[in-house]
């Protein structure tokens, strides 16, 4: 797949491109983290704990990582008008049944159905940016794809609270559920195909199977994984009721300092992604970004007796190394050829959002794990001790992370088969 200048398909018309698959990321991602501040309200209605709550949320990464290869091989060979606009509906109707769930099952069925569309979005507006705009724009404008979906990410903390508390959460997700019919038209009228014809010459299985075989895709897999694990697991569902139960804040306070972390992100990707395209290279990036996060995230943890000012500081700081995720897209698509670039996105995001299919029902386990049998209004309380045990999890990843960029070889900005440097 190839890209072509803004000027010769219209500059206007890329942009807007950019910006509602931009915008339809940001509402996955209201999406992702939406359950963070109904968790007391789905333990006490559904009358479960802490795994199978997590597991609840995690259906939405069942669905999102599972699709991610068919998705980027679908993107490959008929681009991402058709598949944006549908998935955007199946949006809705998730969204619909989550909202009218009597039981787990059902709202299981919901979060699944919610997941599969929004999966479209983040390879969708990779491949929008790989479509319509020259290579040395990637990383700048995927960063700033990513800082809309934290922008989502934000609102689905302390403004959803807010909503849940004022409305219920099943009128709240009702009304999630209607945008995505505005993005559905948005998406549809806005965006445009192009394909490679490269992408058809070869059957989907011999795609991915290229992709698959190459060493630096699982290193770049990896350090997704393991950026993304404690934004899915700690700011998108835990660390509400930790800040609640543990530090005796209100929700939306809780929310509001938890959407911190996004800020940081959203700030952190377009910043790193200019300075590596820029500079000319990931694995510095990488390294740094991913140590940085690890570090914050264990002191904002563990530091005993930190002022609320000093973790908030620490959150930021955490979400602006972790952001350098990005570049894990940007690496893996230089190491593959271009007319695999979807395919090449969507095996990344398997990994990426399979962080939260693995993180927050594990730290779930973890807290049922180690509870001690107290309830409080029909719903589990978990102690101080319980929570540092289940969270060590998610520092050690960054590292883990910290590792894999270390081991991944540098692109220097080239796509494999360029001439010059890798």
């Known amino acids: 797949m190839t890209s072509v200048s803004p000027s010769s398909a219209g500059r206007g018309r890329a942009l807007a491109a950019w910006l509602v698959a931009a915008l339809f990321f940001s509402y996955a991602f209201l999406q992702r983290v939406s359950p963070s501040v109904m968790v007391e309200e789905l333990m006490r209605d559904f009358a479960v704990g802490a795994a199978i709550l997590g597991n609840l949320s995690a259906f939405y990464f069942y669905a999102y990582a599972g699709l ?103 009128a709240t997700v009702l ?16 965006i445009r195909d192009q394909r490679h014809a490269e992408s058809s010459a070869i059957g989907l299985g011999e795609g991915i199977r290229r992709v698959a075989a190459n060493r630096q895709t699982w290193l770049n897999a990896l350090f997704g994984l393991t950026m993304t694990g404690p934004m899915l697991a700690f700011a998108g569902l835990w660390g509400v009721p930790w800040l609640t139960t543990v530090h005796g804040m209100e929700r939306a306070p809780a929310a509001a300092t938890l959407s911190l972390m996004f800020v940081g992100w959203a700030f952190g990707a377009p910043l790193l992604g200019w300075l590596s395209d820029h500079w000319q290279r990931r694995r510095p990036v990488m390294v740094a970004g991913s140590a940085l996060a690890g ?6 943890l563990y530091l005993p007796g930190l002022p609320l000012i000093a973790f908030s500081a620490l959150i930021i700081i955490h979400g602006f190394g972790a952001s350098c995720m990005v570049l894990s897209f940007a690496a893996a698509r ?13 095996f990344i995001n398997t990994a990426v959002i399979g962080s939260g299919a693995l993180f927050q029902p594990l730290v779930g386990l973890l807290l049922d794990l180690h509870w001690d049998g107290t309830l409080v209004a029909g719903a589990r309380h978990y102690s101080a001790g319980s929570y540092a045990l289940a969270f060590a ?30």
């Open 393 to 422: 999890i998610l520092p050690a990843g960054c590292m883990v992370g910290a590792l894999a960029a270390f081991c991944g070889r540098e692109t220097y900005a080239k796509q494999v088969g360029e001439t010059g440097r890798p």
């Open 334 to 346: 230089e190491h593959n050829p271009a007319f695999l670039s979807s395919s090449t996105y969507g």
């Open 175 to 190: 009304v999630i559920g209607g945008a995505a019919v505005f993005f559905a038209v948005a998406l549809w009228l806005v």
């Open 295 to 300: 570090v914050a995230l264990a002191l904002a």
């Open 68 to 170: 991610q290869i068919p998705v980027g091989l679908l993107m490959d060979r008929v681009g991402p008008r058709r598949l944006t606009t549908a998935a955007a509906l199946l949006c809705a109707v998730g969204s619909l049944v989550f909202a009218v769930a009597d039981s787990t099952a059902v709202a299981s069925l919901g979060r699944l159905l919610i997941g599969a569309g929004a999966a479209f979005s983040w390879v969708g507006v990779l491949t929008v940016i790989t479509q319509w705009f020259p290579p040395h724009r990637f990383a700048l404008l995927g960063g700033l794809a990513q800082a809309a979906g934290m922008a989502g990410a934000v609102l689905g903390q302390a403004p959803l609270a807010a909503a849940v508390s004022e409305v219920g959460w099943r």
